[in-house]
């Protein structure tokens, strides 16, 4: 019996100090990690804005072709128009 007491104590004690062990490594965030968590943060909000400053070049660039393209497009029938015209009084 005494024997018994003696391994289920220690089995006690072995278990706290696991626990104990178990709960100061899971037991929060150092400052170190905060700050760096901080730093991570801080340079994602910068990247998204990045992000959404190239997203509008890119939208403002896109109108600017297709202004370009449009313009091109009524160069061409104009040019096609005048060779028609042209050719109908034979030049």
């Not at 005494?2 to 626990?19: D, E, P, Q, T, Y």
């Not at 998204?48 to 061409?76: F, G, P, Y």
């Amino acid at each position: 019996m005494v024997k018994l007491k003696k391994a289920l104590s220690s089995a006690v004690v072995i278990a706290l100090f696991a626990g104990m062990v178990g709960f100061a490594g899971c037991s929060g965030v150092s400052e170190e990690q905060m700050a760096e968590l901080e730093a991570l943060r801080s340079e994602v909000k910068s990247l998204e804005k990045e992000v959404n400053s190239l997203k509008s070049e890119k939208a403002s660039l896109e109108r600017e072709i297709a202004e370009k393209n449009a313009k091109l497009d009524q160069c061409a029938k104009l040019k096609e128009e005048t060779k028609s015209n042209l050719q109908k009084m034979g030049m």
